[in-house]
């Protein structure tokens, strides 16, 4: 009952805060505001959630009291069936839902519901590294695919025997960075490469980062001081793509909060046909980048007070090994493994990522001692 008393002390100490959100929201002021605005809609969703879980905690500790009570007071057997079914559904009930409510109070990474720009790259093992970047990357699609997402390619670098040395792109859908965060790292993989005629099993590796995408108000930039060019696209497409310059570059002198140093960032963006997409493809990944950046120092505060096995903030961390000969995926940080390395490569990659959430918010509860 101490438990259940604590519990219900955190979620009434939380009501009037939901009815301040839920009349502040509706307020034109607020609304015109779209920062505070868009922070305002978070917290109401995240709070509802809680006022509903709170509702429902009180109906089944109500619910096991006046099963109780029949139990001791009545006689009659059909209705001491009833009490006795109700109390048991109550009573397995609770249990879970103190879990969810636990994992309600924690608070979630502010960056998990927005969309993510994903970028892989082949590293060391030479072509077949960029073969294994592709197959990653095919992967996430069919992934992205199941969940409903849309994936736009921004930027592409293939390979010379298949595969990509380095592609970008954005992610947009539902809780994208809170879902595909835990895919940033090195993954390695070990089998014969198409390019072997000894038959020998080698080791290759390909690097992940998923990045969360920054919104308009994120990000401050002067965009008047960006440069830009533009160039021919080249490459495959038809007549169009190498007469017309389509293809956009941009310059941005940025001075990194962390060191203090001006920094140049260029970035190039071929991937349409139309010069004001690509360009606002570019100014769209400009904003990630400095985002990134920015947030690095937090992922580092976190990762130094917290150093969690699930997400360290390490990106060059070994993550996840994919053993071909013996159809094995084993992932690192929480010594899990599986055998289905076709279907996971297919994009069947949900129930690994649903370990890692669980692993992770175990350590966030240990944390917050809830």
Known sequence: MAEYSTLLEKLEGLVARFEEVST?????????????????????????????ARKEYIQLQKGIEEAKEILSTESDQEMREIAREELDACQTRLPILEEEIKLLLVPADPQDGKNAILEVRGGTGGDEAAIFAGDLFRMYAKFCETKGWKMEISNVNEGTAGGFKEIVCSITGENVYGTLKYES???????????????????SAASVAVLPEAEEFDVVINEGEIKWDTFRSGGAGGQNVNKVESGVRLRYIWKNPN??????????????????????????????????????????????KRKTMVSTGDRSAKI???????????????????YNLSAFMDGDIQTCIDQ????ENAERLKESEL
């Open 259 to 304: 060191t203090g140093v001006p920094e140049e960032i260029l970035i190039e963006c071929t991937e349409t046909r139309d010069q004001p997409k690509n360009k606002e493809r570019a100014l769209a990944r400009l904003r990630t980048f400095i985002y990134d950046k920015e947030h690095q120092k937090y992922l580092d505060d976190i990762a130094s």
């Open 185 to 203: 790292g090195v993954h390695r993989v070990q089998r014969v490469p198409a390019t072997e005629t000894q038959g020998r099993v080698h080791t």
């Open 24 to 52: 502040l929201i509706t307020d034109p002021a607020v609304i015109a505001d779209q920062k505070r605005y868009v922070r305002l809609t978070k917290e109401y969703k995240e709070l509802n959630d809680l006022m509903d």
């Open 356 to 359: 890692l959430i669980i692993a």
């Open 320 to 338: 996840r090994t994919y053993n071909y000969p013996q159809g094995r995926i084993t992932d690192h940080r929480i010594n899990y493994t599986i």
